[in-house]
């Protein structure tokens, strides 16, 4: 969808901002340029909707080099989010969301219309804040008033620079989460520039970490945490990338253990022979459906009276998980609750439990399955120790 050809910039002064780039952002997919201040990732942000004009090299956006196409023509197709959000001042809410549908000649009733849908869809009611300035926002909600301006002509290609840098990190870290869902359900080609790892990590499918003026790794977030392609990109990332990686791997079936079953309705005796050929300590507690009710200790249910049930003597469990959660979250899950362990469920079917050891091991298992598919030398199992 977007792709660089060998393309330099190099700017009038002699500073070269970035040297023979090629890359290529496929369609729907959410690529984060990272690195550090003056590393060239702006230059290549501009350069896709010709606020730059690259020295060599060509850019295509949906196969058509960009050279050739009106730049006005260009930027309807490539909404912009930037730091600064630079919204119209004297404008109100719902008008300055509505900039880039009446510049392109919707009737003002269309295009007020759709600004209403946008704002919504970003989490502002348009009835409450459509009729406000930007002054009259907080810093989050502005930024949210960025993102559906530049989504309201609804363009393919969305280029964020710095997008939540100008906010705290908690309201940063909701407006991440907004946005990822959004981008679920719009699927816009999008080049996002950060300075920040964690942030390229967590928006990322794939991620470019800049050197000077040049892309030293393009790969998964897995990836470049798991096996960084250099000295240089292992120091970017941070020698904590074996707990970053925990956000970027999730749970497999493969993962689970499975502790033995104790149906709510069944006689706490037959439940208790059932334990007692096993080492195990404790059984998962299902309902006559399958679900997951909690868990009964085998000691408990071996000292049971005759009569009483799995039932009379389950706890609940409150510490549970879809499958396909990040460890991270299941870790957060775990300790949360103060638990052992997390049961895995799919919907509301029992899949197994994840353990602390089971969690390491899917650790180990993600940073293995990354060196057997990418045959890197560097592969640095220690990150997994140190998480
Ligand atoms: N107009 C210009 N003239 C000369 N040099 C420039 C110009 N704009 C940028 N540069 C230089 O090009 C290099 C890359 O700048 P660029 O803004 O692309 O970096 P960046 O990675 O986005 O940095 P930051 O994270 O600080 O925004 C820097 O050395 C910068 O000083």
Redesign the pocket.
């Known amino acids: 969808m977007i792709r660089f050809e060998q393309v330099s910039?190099v700017?009038?002064?002699g500073?070269?901002?970035?040297d023979r780039l090629s890359f290529e952002v496929g369609e729907g997919e959410l690529v984060t340029?990272v690195?550090?201040?003056?590393?060239?990732?702006?230059?290549?942000?501009?350069m896709v909707n010709r606020l730059?004009e690259p020295t060599s090299g060509r850019i295509l956006v949906d196969g058509e080099d960009i050279a050739q196409v009106d730049p006005v023509r260009l930027r309807r197709r490539i909404g912009y989010v930037i730091q600064q959000v630079g919204l119209f001042p004297h404008r109100t809410v719902l008008d300055n969301t509505a900039t880039v549908p009446s510049l392109v000649g919707w009737k003002r009733a269309r295009a007020r219309e759709r600004a209403a849908e946008l704002l919504d869809l970003v989490g502002l009611d348009p009835n409450t804040y459509g009729s406000r300035y930007p002054a009259q926002l907080s810093g989050g909600q502005r930024q949210r008033v960025g993102v559906a301006r530049a989504l309201a002509a609804d363009p393919p290609v969305l280029l964020m620079?710095?997008p939540f840098g100008a906010v705290d990190p908690v309201v940063r870290e909701r407006l991440q989460d907004e946005f990822l869902s959004l981008q679920a359900a719009v699927r816009k080609t999008v080049l996002m520039?950060t300075?920040d790892i964690e942030e390229a990590v967590r928006m990322g499918d794939r991620i470019a970490v800049?050197g000077e003026?040049r892309i030293e790794q393009f790969d998964s977030p897995a990836a470049v945490l798991g096996m960084p392609a250099s000295p240089y990109v292992a120091r970017f990332v941070g020698a904590d990338r074996g707990l970053k990686r925990l956000s970027v791997t999730t749970i497999e079936p493969d993962d689970l253990e499975e502790p033995p079953v104790a149906r709510l309705d069944e006689p706490a005796r037959t439940a208790a022979a059932r334990l007692a050929g096993t080492d195990a300590r404790w059984a998962v507690v299902l309902n006559s459906a399958g679900e997951l009710h909690g868990w009964v200790s085998a000691d408990v249910l071996r000292t049971a009276g005759e009569q009483r049930t799995v039932g009379d003597l389950a706890r609940r469990m409150d510490a549970w998980v879809p499958i396909g959660t990040p460890l991270k979250q299941a870790f957060s899950e775990m300790l949360q609750q103060d638990a052992g362990w997390v049961a895995v469920l799919d919907g509301a079917r029992f899949l197994g439990v994840l353990t602390p050891a089971k969690l390491h091991e899917a650790l180990r298992r993600s940073v293995g399955a990354d060196a057997r598919g990418l045959g890197r030398h560097e592969v640095q199992f220690d990150s997994v120790a140190d998480a």
């Open positions: 910039k700017y009038p002064d500073t070269t901002a970035v340029l690195g550090p201040s003056g590393c060239g990732k702006t230059t290549t942000m501009m730059i620079d710095e520039v300075h800049y003026g």
